[in-house]
């Protein structure tokens, strides 16, 4: 699968209206797609093997989206054959009192993936671009000198985020950011499929709709922090989302590259340890049958 037509090139300015929220790629419908799928799940379960004996790098996969864009589907399904043991994921709701005492990355860096795993953000830090800038009223939660709440809020933030992400992948916590792009269209239906199924009430809200109402805004916050945050060692992948199962596709295919591009292997254990090995097989072998 060609990735290039879904990264946000670094360097280069992108409008998200380029970007086709109902594009399947190459396949003709989701036949394909899912056998695709069915054999990435378990390629991911071996590499997962392979990350996490070899204990030296993490993978961050960065979830971000409108509303019911397909977040939590996209993680069941894709991570769904991968050992818990070697898997995190951590879903950020507003801050609490005793996160608002920090900076806004410090909730972020308590929740990085250990070496060895694979961490998964459910939104992340990129929320401070995009929520808090659609509704600045936010920031007077934030309890920020005045003088961090400036014009240049937004171009210091691209800043750091960039020297933070930087930071990790040097220290060998690669980064994966997706961003699931559902159509306005296709988020009314699965607004409406939510209040008109009983099982699903659970997953509406009032205030679901009300943000809807700032679309273009976040659309446009969307766009400039890509636009100022797409890397080399971090890129944006903006997937499109209308297709549930086109999404899952790209986004297990693409962590499989990045994996791959790690070249992991199976750790190789010392000669001593080797001979104690070696000696521990004589003696299960010399037992006698039960």
């Known amino acids: 699968m060609n990735h290039d037509q879904f990264i946000v090139p670094p360097g280069k300015k992108i409008r998200l209206k380029d970007y086709d929220p109902t594009s399947i790629g190459k ?5 394909d797609a899912k056998k695709k799928l069915c054999e990435d799940i378990e390629r991911l379960a071996k ?16 979830l971000q989206a409108m509303d019911a864009a397909g977040k939590d589907g996209t993680i069941r399904h894709v ?5 818990p043991q070697g898997t995190q994921v951590y879903s950020f709701k507003s801050p609490s009192s005793e996160e608002l005492d920090h900076d806004y990355l410090w909730r972020s860096m308590k929740a990085l993936p250990e070496r060895g795993r694979i961490g998964i953000f459910n939104r992340s830090y990129y929320e401070e671009l995009l929520v808090v ?6 920031l007077s939660f934030q309890q920020l000198p005045a003088d961090a709440k400036d014009k240049n809020i937004w171009k210091r933030r691209f800043e750091e985020i960039n020297n933070f992400e930087n930071y990790l992948v040097h220290n060998g916590i690669h980064i994966l950011k997706f961003f699931l792009n559902v159509s306005k ?4 239906r699965r607004f409406l499929a939510r209040i008109n199924t009983p099982e699903k009430n659970w997953k509406f809200s009032l205030s679901d709709a009300k943000e809807r109402g700032h679309w273009d805004d976040y659309m446009v916050a969307f766009e400039d922090a890509f636009n100022h945050t797409s890397t080399e060692h971090a890129p944006w992948y903006i997937v499109p989302a209308d297709n549930k199962w086109f999404t899952r596709t790209v986004v297990a295919d693409v962590i499989i590259n990045k994996l791959k591009s790690l070249n992991l292997s199976y750790p190789v254990v010392s000669e001593a340890h080797m001979e104690n090995l070696l000696k521990a097989k004589a003696l299960l072998e010399s037992e006698p049958a039960a």
Do not use: C, W
């Open 133 to 138: 800038r659609v509704h600045p009223e936010i």
């Open 27 to 31: 396949f003709k419908d989701k036949t």
């Open 47 to 62: 590499y997962q093997d392979m990350l996490y004996a070899q204990n030296t790098h993490a993978l961050l996969v960065i």
């Open 79 to 83: 991570m769904s054959g991968v050992n």
């Open 185 to 188: 269209d296709e988020q009314k």
